[in-house]
């Protein structure tokens, strides 16, 4: 089954730090969602984003939705120890909740 | 509170034994699916299902069966689990009506086969 291609795969940075991350793929989504996973847990919604452009934030967090309809970014900004953790992209095709297709994940490590 | 719960939290079982990892939601969700993580490989889907009676293999459905007889219970039954089946397990509800599609998991099942 194919998988979005999401990048960095991990990342260390300071705290403080802005970080970015982002998600492509080959083929066109409708829906476009945004995880974190903590250790032991299972992935928690952090952002949904519906139209091609959509620009939406969540606190420090800010997601967009490409103008292609084929990829995606999260940017976290001024990072705290607690944002660390595992952040997976995800996108949906059709109407519906059929089939969600997610990125390999971004692990992020944050220095104090 | 609204929640998915799955059980048990970890298993550990022998090749060829039959396991049944249990999935229950309190939303009143009509979609379920369940999810294996894997190191690299993100979250797979294992077998989703759009109402009751209502059931299709997602990307990774081998050696996996799934039952939905109830709206809030979803079961992932592994018939004769093998090693190469040793995962992290998801399971994952959302309602499949309007425009929000946003899944909500559960805490996970570590299942071990050796």
């Known amino acids: 089954g194919q998988q979005l291609n999401q990048s960095p795969q991990s990342m260390f940075i300071q705290e403080g730090e802005d970080v970015s991350m982002n998600c492509t793929s080959s083929s066109i989504f409708n829906t476009w969602l945004w995880y974190k996973q903590d250790p032991g847990e299972g992935p928690v919604l952090l952002i949904a984003?519906?139209?091609?452009?959509e620009l939406t934030s969540n606190g420090r967090l800010t997601a967009q939705f490409g103008i292609t309809r084929k990829d995606s970014f999260l940017n976290i900004s001024a990072s705290i120890p607690s944002d660390v953790g595992i952040y997976f992209c995800?996108?949906?095709?059709?109407?519906?909740?059929?089939?969600?297709?997610f990125g390999q994940g971004t692990r992020l490590t944050i220095n104090p | 509170e609204a929640q998915v719960t799955q059980n048990p939290r970890y298993l550990i079982t022998v090749t060829g034994k039959k396991l049944t990892v249990t999935c229950s939601q309190n939303?009143?969700?009509?979609?379920m699916s369940w999810y294996r993580q894997d190191p690299g490989l993100g979250l797979r889907q294992i077998y989703y299902?759009?109402?009751?009676?209502?059931?299709d293999k997602g990307d990774v459905p081998e050696g996996y069966k799934v039952s939905r007889k109830e709206k809030r219970n979803f079961p992932l039954i592994l018939e004769s689990p093998s090693p190469n089946q040793t995962s992290l397990y998801f399971c994952a509800s959302s309602s499949n009506r309007g425009l929000s599609y946003e899944q909500y998991f559960g805490p996970g099942t570590r299942l071990t086969v050796t």
């Open positions: 984003l519906y139209k091609a452009g």
């Open positions: 995800a996108g949906l095709r059709g109407q519906g909740a059929q089939k969600l297709v």
């Open positions: 939303m009143n969700h009509e979609y």
């Open positions: 299902s759009m109402n009751v009676e209502v059931t």
